[in-house]
C-alpha cells in the first residue's frame, strides 16, 4: 500500500464479485475512486469450487478497472466470506510475583499461546488475532498495561483459522490474475468495522444477517472481535415450514409472504387465509392463527440458536448489549421485524434493517479502513508484506 496511489480491495462471495478502488493520504483516510459490483460464479459457501472461471471473470475485470483509472495493479487485498473460519477463544497468563509486566512478557504470552494452537490445527492458517481482555490481579485493564506492577496477569485472545487448502485457493485465483495477496480479510469483521463507525459504537455490540439460505452472527465485546458463527439457513426455511405444515405450493407461499399483510395476525384468530392466493390451486381453509403459529415457533427457534439460547454466548447473558439484525428478504424484513425483535430480552436494544444494495461494498468499505489505519483491538494481522507496515501494527499493539 502505498500514499496517494490506487489500492485494490475484492470481495469474493455466493453472489457477488466486489471491487473496490481507494486513495490513502498520509493520515491513511481514504478516498473511494473506483466501485463495482458484478454477478459471481464458481463459489459455494464462500468456497472456491471452480477456480478457472472465477480466474477468468476477475481478471477481465481487473483489466476493464486498470484501463479505466489507468494504473496497474500488482497487490490487493482480499475479503473471504467462506462458512469454514473457526474462531478460538483462549487465554495466557504470566505470573509476575510483583515484578513490572514488560514487552518480553507480553511477546511470549502471544507466542506461546499461537503455538498451541498452530500445533492443534496443523491443517489452518491464522487470519486474525485479537486481544479480548486484559486482567491483572483479577482487575479488568482497558489497555494492555506494560510497566504496571503486580502479581499475575491474565491476557485473553480470539483466534480466527481459515484452513490452508482455502487460503490456497484463494492464493491460486489471483496468481492466475497476477496479483499477490497482500491480505485476506474475514468478511464478517469487515463488516462489522464498518457497522461500527457508521452508528459511531463505541461499546460491545452484536451483529446478526439473516439472508435466505445461510445466516451468521458477529460479537464484538468492547470492540474485540471475540465470535462469528455461520448458519446453514436462512429466513427461507420459514417459507419451507409453511409449505410443509399447511400442504402448501411453495409458489402459493412466496405469494402469500409477498403480498399478504402479518400485521397483527394473532388477533386474527377466527380468519382464514385468502382463497385469492390459490390462484387456480385448490383451496385449503387455513386458519391465519395456525398460519401465525408455524411462522412464529420458527422466528423463536432461529433467534434461540443464532443468539439468546447460543451455549457459546453464555458469558453475554447479563450484558445486555445491543444487537444489529439485518434481512437480505425484503418481504422478510417487512413482514417479520417486529416478530423477530420480540423474540430478544425486554432490556435490549435491537435496530432492524434490510441489506440494500449499497450494502454491497460495506465489507470493502470496512478492509479499506483496516488497511488504513488498523484495528486497535487487533493484536497480529497476517500480513505478507514489508517491515514497515509490521512495525505499525507492532507500534500499535505496544504502544
Not at 389 to 398: G, P, V
Request: aromatic fraction near 12%; charge should be neutral.
Amino acid at each position: 500500500m502505498e500514499i496517494n496511489q490506487p489500492y485494490l480491495f475484492v470481495e469474493i462471495n455466493d453472489k457477488n464479485f466486489n471491487f473496490l478502488v481507494v486513495k490513502y493520504d498520509e493520515n491513511f483516510d481514504f478516498k473511494i475512486i473506483y466501485s463495482e459490483t458484478i454477478k459471481s460464479e464458481g463459489i459455494s459457501n464462500g468456497k472456491v469450487v471452480d477456480a478457472l472461471i472465477i480466474s477468468k471473470i476477475i481478471k477481465e475485470n481487473l483489466n476493464l478497472i486498470e484501463n479505466k483509472i489507468n494504473f496497474t495493479f500488482k497487490s490487493a487485498t482480499i475479503i473471504s466470506d467462506q462458512n469454514t473460519y473457526k474462531c478460538i477463544n483462549v487465554s495466557g497468563y504470566k505470573n509476575l510475583s510483583g515484578s513490572q509486566i514488560t514487552d518480553d512478557d507480553i511477546s511470549f504470552i502471544l507466542n506461546d499461546i499461537k503455538k498451541i494452537i498452530s500445533d492443534n490445527q496443523p491443517n489452518k492458517t491464522l487470519i486474525h488475532l485479537f486481544n479480548s481482555k486484559f486482567v491483572l490481579d483479577k482487575n479488568n485493564i482497558e489497555k494492555i498495561p506494560i510497566g504496571l506492577y503486580g502479581e499475575f496477569y491474565n491476557q485473553h485472545l480470539t483466534f480466527f483459522l481459515l484452513p490452508k487448502n482455502d487460503l490456497k485457493n484463494l492464493k491460486l485465483i489471483f496468481n492466475n490474475c497476477h496479483i499477490n495477496i497482500e491480505r485476506v480479510v474475514y468478511k464478517n469483521f469487515a463488516e462489522g468495522i464498518n457497522l461500527i463507525n457508521k452508528n459511531s459504537i463505541s461499546k460491545s455490540v452484536g451483529i446478526i444477517n439473516i439472508n435466505k439460505k445461510r445466516s451468521k452472527i458477529s460479537i464484538f465485546k468492547n470492540l474485540s472481535f471475540v465470535y462469528s458463527e455461520d448458519y446453514s439457513f436462512g429466513s427461507d426455511i420459514i417459507m419451507s415450514d409453511v409449505e410443509k405444515v399447511c400442504s402448501l405450493n411453495i409458489d402459493i407461499v412466496k405469494n402469500i409472504f409477498k403480498n399478504m399483510s402479518f400485521e397483527n395476525l394473532n388477533e386474527k384468530e377466527n380468519d382464514y387465509l385468502d382463497e385469492n392466493f390459490f390462484q387456480g390451486n385448490k383451496f385449503r381453509k387455513i386458519s391465519l392463527s395456525h398460519l401465525n403459529e408455524v411462522i412464529s415457533a420458527r422466528i423463536e427457534e432461529i433467534i434461540n440458536l443464532i443468539f439468546m439460547k447460543n451455549i457459546n454466548l453464555k458469558y453475554l447473558k447479563n450484558e445486555n448489549i445491543d444487537v444489529y439484525l439485518f434481512f437480505e428478504d425484503v418481504n422478510m424484513f417487512k413482514n417479520f421485524k417486529k416478530s423477530f425483535a420480540k423474540k430478544f430480552s425486554e432490556n435490549q436494544r435491537v435496530f432492524i434493517e434490510n441489506l440494500n444494495q449499497d450494502e454491497n461494498l460495506g465489507a470493502c468499505i470496512g478492509s479499506a479502513e483496516l488497511m488504513g489505519k488498523g484495528w486497535e483491538r487487533e493484536a497480529i494481522p497476517i500480513i505478507q508484506t514489508k517491515k514497515s507496515i509490521i512495525s505499525r501494527i507492532f507500534n500499535t499493539i505496544f504502544g
